[in-house]
């Protein structure tokens, strides 16, 4: 994400650690990890069937789902403009919105106050938003998007997958098993 793609950059390890700190491990791997223990908390670590869903769950849903968010259309015409870094940019944008999604919904508050209904409907929007986020950072780490896929209860080797079949939102299955596993991205230590 540092150095577009076909031009020089400069690399630091400082900088690489950074990164990977902050993006992979702080904003994907922990929030994989959030959602997969709170929906083992909750729900015995199944996807649960959703209730109505409010504003907040459908603006996530069409920020994400490949037919109609204009992040899905930018990202293909970046990847198709090999502009990967600003394709990243924007990948990010998705990864943050869920991080969002999660505090602003607060399932374990949710739970706390017995409103089970909508902690079902969070914790299924939470699953599914990962499903679409593993799907679309396969290309950039396709390992640890395979394992966030294993993790989510997905069959198949996520990088034959495609967004024309498997980007549409609502395709995670309810009662599917997630399963809790270890960080996504270790945390790197300062030199």
Known sequence: ???????????????FMARTNSDLANDLGNLLSRVTAMTNKYTGGKVPRPGALEKIDEDLAELLDAGRSPLMADLRGFMDELRFSVALERLWEGVHAVNKYVDTTAPWTLHKEGKEERLRTVLNTCAEALRLLALIVSPFVPHAAQRM???LGQDGVIVEQTLDRAGAWGQIAPDTQLTKGPPLFPRLDTP
């Open 1 to 15: 994400r540092e150095i577009p793609f076909g031009n020089d950059g400069d690399f630091s390890r400082t900088a």
């Open 149 to 151: 896929w294993e993790q």
